[in-house]
C-alpha cells in the first residue's frame, strides 16, 4: 500500500469519499472492478477516510461517457447538497480516456465541491496540480488512440492472413478454428474463420432464391424460420457475405459464399425496384389507388406529383398537389381517361415493341463488349502486380531466411501478401456477362408479347405491374387544346443487366440514362369546356 498516492490536505482523516470504479472488460484487464475495489477499501481503512458509496461501470468504454451510467448518477448526485468531500478512482485514466471529458467532468465536480484524487497516479499540491493533471489527460488520450489504432491493424491483419474474422457470425455460417500460432505468453493463439453452416446454409440459399423470384418477407420466414421478426431480413439480403465478400474496416475480403453472385444481384435488383415503390414515387397509396398512372406522374410546372381526383358527374381527372392544397402552381386538371389510354397505346406500340427491345439489347451488348475490353486491360495490368507482389513475397521470405525476422520486414512481407490475396481475389472474380444479351428473338418477343398481354387486359394490378417494370415516371402539362407526356421509361428489369449502366434507346436520353418519348394528346371538346380554371 505505501506505492499509492496519500490524500491531499483537502482529505484528512474523516473525510467522507465516493469511489468511481471502470473497466473495459474482457480477461486481459489488468485492474478490474473487484481488484479496484478492494485496493480502496483498504486505502480507505489506511488513511481514515468514510467510503460511503461506490460507482462502478463494468465493461465500458474510457473513450467516452456514452453508456456509462453510474458515471452519469455520479455527475449528476454531486450537485446535491448532501455530497460527501471527495471522490476517489484507480487512476485518472479509469475516470475517462477523453480529453475533454475528462477536464470537462473535473471542473464540474470540483465546482459543486468534491476533491477528485487518484490514488496511483502522482500528482502534487500547489499550482501546477492541475497542468500535472492535464499531461496524464494527454497521455491516456493518446494511449487509447495508440491501443485503438493498433488493435485496428491487428484485427486487419488477421483478416488478411488467415481469413478469421471478429464480431458474431452471420446466420449460415459457423466457426471453424484457425490456429494462428503462439501468443506472447506462449499460450495457443486460436481463431475464428466463417465457413457455411451445413444445417443453415441450405437454407439461407432457399431465402435468397425466393426473394429473387418475388417471394415476400412473410413467405420466406414460413419456409425457412431463419430470423424470429421478418424485419431482419432487409440486412440479411443486403449482406456481401452471402456472395463471398467480407466487409471489414474499408475493404473487401474474399470468404466462402453460400449463393451465387447472379442470385445475390437479383434480390439487390429486386430490392431496387421495390424500394422505388415504397418509399419513391410509387408509395403505398399510389399501388393500392384505383387510377393507373398514380404515383407516375409530375407536373411539369412545378414537380410536385399528380394524384387521381374525381369530380362532378363521376368524372375522373389528375391533379397537381402543389395546386390542389398550396395554390401557388397553375397546373391544369388533366383528364384521367384521355391520359390513361395515349399512356397504354404508346407502351404497347413503341417500348414493348419487338423492334425496340431488339435495339436496346443490341446496345447494350456493344457496352458490354467495350467493357470486356476495359476489363481486360485492367486485368493484364493486375497480372503485371500480381507478379511484381509475388516476387516482393520471395524476397522477404529470402531476406528473414538469412537474416532472421524483423518487425519492418515482417510488415513488408505482410502487406505483400494482403497485395497479392487482394489481385488474385480481383482477378478470380471478372463480371459475368448478363443473361439477357444472349436472349433470342424468339425469347425476346415471347417477353414482349406477356407483358403487352397483360397491359392489354382487364385486370388493373397486372397493367400497374407492367407499367412499374417501364416507366420511371411521366412529366405532364396541359393547356386548352392538347396535354403533353413526357414519358420516361426503362426497359423491363428481366432486359437490363446490372452493368449496363443505364437504358438505351433510339430517342433522346432522358435523365439517370432513362429513355424518354413524347406524347402529344388533344383535348376533347368537352374538357375544354367544363375544366378551364
Known amino acids: 500500500m505505501s506505492s499509492y498516492i496519500p490524500p491531499p490536505g483537502s482529505l484528512p482523516p474523516g473525510a467522507t469519499v465516493w469511489a468511481y470504479l ?19 477499501r483498504e486505502y480507505c481503512t489506511r488513511n481514515g477516510l468514510q467510503l460511503v458509496h461506490v460507482f462502478q461501470d463494468e465493461a465500458r468504454s474510457g473513450g467516452s461517457t456514452s453508456g456509462r451510467e453510474e458515471f452519469d448518477q455520479l455527475i449528476d448526485a454531486s450537485a446535491k447538497p448532501d455530497h460527501p468531500a471527495g471522490l476517489l478512482v484507480w487512476d485518472f485514466a479509469r475516470f475517462s480516456r477523453s480529453l475533454d471529458d475528462s477536464g470537462y467532468y473535473k471542473a464540474v465536480l470540483r465546482k459543486n465541491g468534491l476533491v477528485v484524487h487518484s490514488i496511483t497516479d502522482a500528482v502534487p499540491d500547489g499550482p501546477y496540480s492541475r497542468m500535472v493533471e492535464l499531461v496524464i489527460d494527454i497521455a491516456n488520450e493518446e494511449k487509447r488512440r495508440q491501443v485503438s489504432r493498433d488493435t485496428a ?17 452471420p446466420i449460415g455460417y459457423m466457426k471453424q478454428p484457425v490456429d494462428a500460432g503462439l501468443r506472447r505468453d506462449g499460450s ?20 435468397f432464391e425466393m426473394r429473387a423470384a418475388g417471394a415476400t418477407f412473410a413467405q420466406i420466414q414460413k419456409a425457412t424460420h431463419l430470423f424470429v421478426a421478418k ?39 429486386l430490392g431496387e425496384l421495390r424500394g422505388r415503390y415504397r418509399y419513391g414515387p410509387q408509395g403505398r397509396r399510389a399501388i393500392m389507388s384505383s387510377y393507373l398512372l398514380s404515383g407516375f ?24 398537389s402543389r395546386a390542389k392544397r398550396r395554390k401557388d402552381c397553375s397546373a391544369r386538371h388533366i383528364p384521367a381517361d384521355q391520359l390513361e389510354q395515349g399512356v397504354v397505346v404508346r407502351v404497347l406500340e413503341d417500348i414493348l415493341s419487338l423492334e425496340n427491345m431488339l435495339r436496346v439489347q443490341a446496345a447494350l451488348q456493344d457496352e458490354w463488349n467495350k467493357s470486356q475490353r476495359e476489363q481486360t486491360s485492367a486485368q493484364l495490368e493486375d497480372q503485371k502486380k500480381l507478379a511484381h507482389a509475388e516476387k516482393q513475397i520471395r524476397n522477404f521470405l529470402a531476406a528473414i531466411g538469412d537474416s532472421g525476422s524483423t518487425r519492418s520486414l515482417k510488415d513488408a512481407l505482410h502487406a505483400a501478401e494482403a497485395e497479392r490475396d487482394r489481385l488474385e481475389y480481383k482477378l478470380g472474380h471478372a463480371s459475368v456477362k448478363p443473361a439477357g444479351l444472349d436472349l433470342s428473338r424468339i425469347s425476346l418477343e415471347q417477353i414482349a408479347t406477356s407483358l403487352r398481354d397483360k397491359l392489354s387486359g382487364d385486370d388493373l394490378d397486372e397493367k400497374k405491374s407492367v407499367l412499374r417494370q417501364v416507366i420511371a415516371r411521366i412529366l405532364v402539362f396541359r393547356d386548352d ?14 432486359n437490363i443487366p446490372p452493368q449496363s449502366g443505364g437504358d438505351i434507346s433510339n430517342n433522346d436520353s432522358g435523365p439517370e440514362g432513362r429513355s424518354s418519348l413524347l406524347l402529344i394528346i388533344p383535348i376533347k371538346r368537352k374538357y375544354i369546356l367544363k375544366t378551364k380554371q
Open 481 to 494: 387544346t392538347q396535354i403533353r407526356a413526357l414519358i420516361e421509361y426503362h426497359l423491363p428489369e428481366t
Open 22 to 40: 471502470r473497466d473495459s472488460g474482457g480477461p486481459t484487464q489488468g485492474e478490474s472492478i473487484e481488484r479496484q475495489r478492494t485496493e480502496i
Open 231 to 269: 424485419n431482419s431480413y432487409t440486412t440479411f439480403f443486403n449482406n456481401t457475405v452471402y456472395k463471398g465478400e467480407i466487409y471489414f474496416s474499408g475493404k473487401f475480403y474474399p470468404c466462402a459464399p453460400i449463393v451465387s453472385v447472379e442470385i445475390w444481384e437479383a434480390v439487390q435488383r
Open 188 to 207: 495457443k493463439h486460436i481463431l475464428n474463420r466463417w465457413v457455411p453452416d451445413p444445417e443453415k446454409a441450405p437454407l439461407v440459399l432457399q431465402a
Open 153 to 169: 491493424s491487428g484485427l486487419r491483419r488477421i483478416v488478411e492472413q488467415y481469413g478469421a474474422m471478429p464480431g458474431p457470425v
Open 297 to 320: 406522374l409530375f407536373c411539369q410546372e412545378c414537380g410536385a406529383p399528380l394524384y387521381g381526383y374525381e369530380l362532378m358527374k363521376q368524372r375522373k381527372y389528375y391533379i397537381c
